[in-house]
């Protein structure tokens, strides 16, 4: 049985399967997901888990390269938006994009990992990476 990681089944496979630059998006309660997108849906009750929480625990087992977050996200709740900014630290890029177009990229991530979060504006993309476990001669 598995006892450490990612304990979710679901949330585990949707890991390993991710590949250079797949995209992953992490939402809120409310983020109304495309039909034809897996949804894994970890919400227990409002504001459980929180997408910090979720991206907290994420970024133990999961490389990111870039990360797409709305503008919206940065005028409504620029703490959010700092904070997930900062999760992989200070390397990785952030572009802005306003919400509407995160919506139409939500159209195009691998799988969508739905939060109990009520926090206005809480998704975000995240763009796999390489990680600092890779080998570069150069």
Do not use: C
């Amino acid at each position: 049985m598995k006892e450490i990681g990612i304990v979710n089944r679901k949330l585990a496979s949707i890991i390993s399967e991710q590949g250079h630059q797949d995209m992953l998006m992490v939402v809120d309660a409310g983020f109304a997901a495309p039909q034809e997108i897996e949804v894994i849906d970890i919400s227990l009750s409002e504001n459980k888990p929180m997408v910090l929480d979720v991206l907290g625990e994420l970024r133990r087992f999961f490389s990111v390269e870039k990360m797409f977050i709305a503008q919206e996200t940065q005028n409504t709740n620029p703490t959010l938006f700092d904070k997930m900014a900062m999760m992989w630290g200070e390397n990785i890029h952030i572009e802005v994009v306003e919400h509407t177009k995160l919506k139409e990229m939500s159209k195009n991530v691998k799988a969508i990992i739905r939060t109990g979060d009520f926090t206005a504006f809480g998704n975000v993309i995240l763009v796999s990476g390489t990680g600092d476990r890779w080998y570069f001669e150069k």
